[in-house]
């Protein structure tokens, strides 16, 4: 069996973000009486916007985490930026409510995290020194039983 610590708990921590950002959405929408759409609320708009815009890059993320687990094993660097996504998708959610350089450090956060898991993986795929092993095959002739 295959454990990914890193890539479980970064999801796991999604997760719970994820119900953090549904529940704030939720609060927004019976304060304000909106139950479908936005109803023309900027605050309700505000916060389906950090909701949604979480679910559009997490799956990126969390997929690219998990492949780079897989083929580099578990490292702090890795612990590192998994943390530092769900900080950044944390104050970009806050940033959404007006605090402006939360919204921009999440975001630049978020960009950078996924770049570097691209490229870390990219690097994975064409950087990792594969070694080629041959087998020689000799004729092999069939004797009949006496």
């Given at each position: 069996?295959?454990?990914?610590?890193?890539?479980?708990?970064?999801?796991?921590?999604?997760?719970?973000?994820?119900?953090w950002?549904?529940?704030?959405?939720?609060?927004?929408?019976?304060?304000?009486?909106?139950?479908?759409?936005?109803?023309?609320?900027?605050?309700?708009?505000?916060?389906?916007?950090?909701?949604?815009n979480?679910?559009?890059?997490?799956?990126?993320?969390l997929?690219?985490?998990?492949?780079?687990?897989?083929?580099?094993?578990?490292?702090?660097?890795?612990?590192?930026?998994?943390?530092?996504?769900?900080?950044?998708?944390?104050?970009?959610?806050?940033?959404?409510?007006?605090?402006?350089?939360?919204?921009?450090?999440?975001?630049?956060?978020?960009?950078?995290?996924?770049?570097?898991?691209?490229l870390?993986?990219?690097a994975?795929?064409?950087?990792?020194?594969?070694?080629?092993?041959?087998?020689?095959?000799?004729?092999?002739?069939?004797?009949?039983?006496?």
């Open positions: 069996m295959i454990i990914l610590p890193i890539s479980l708990t970064i999801a796991a921590g999604a997760a719970l973000l994820n119900l950002l549904s529940i704030r959405v939720g609060r927004v929408r019976t304060k304000e009486k909106v139950f479908v759409g936005d109803g023309g609320n900027e605050l309700v708009t505000r916060r389906m916007r950090a909701h949604s979480f679910v559009e890059n997490t799956a990126f993320v997929i690219l985490l998990a492949l780079v687990e897989l083929g580099l094993g578990s490292s702090m660097w890795l612990w590192g930026v998994g943390a530092l996504y769900l900080v950044g998708r944390i104050l970009h959610a806050i940033g959404m409510d007006g605090m402006m350089w939360g919204r921009m450090v999440g975001t630049i956060i978020t960009m950078l995290t996924q770049l570097g898991l691209a870390g993986a990219l994975i795929v064409y950087l990792t020194p594969v070694s080629v092993t041959t087998t020689e095959i000799e004729e092999t002739t069939v004797v009949a039983p006496k």
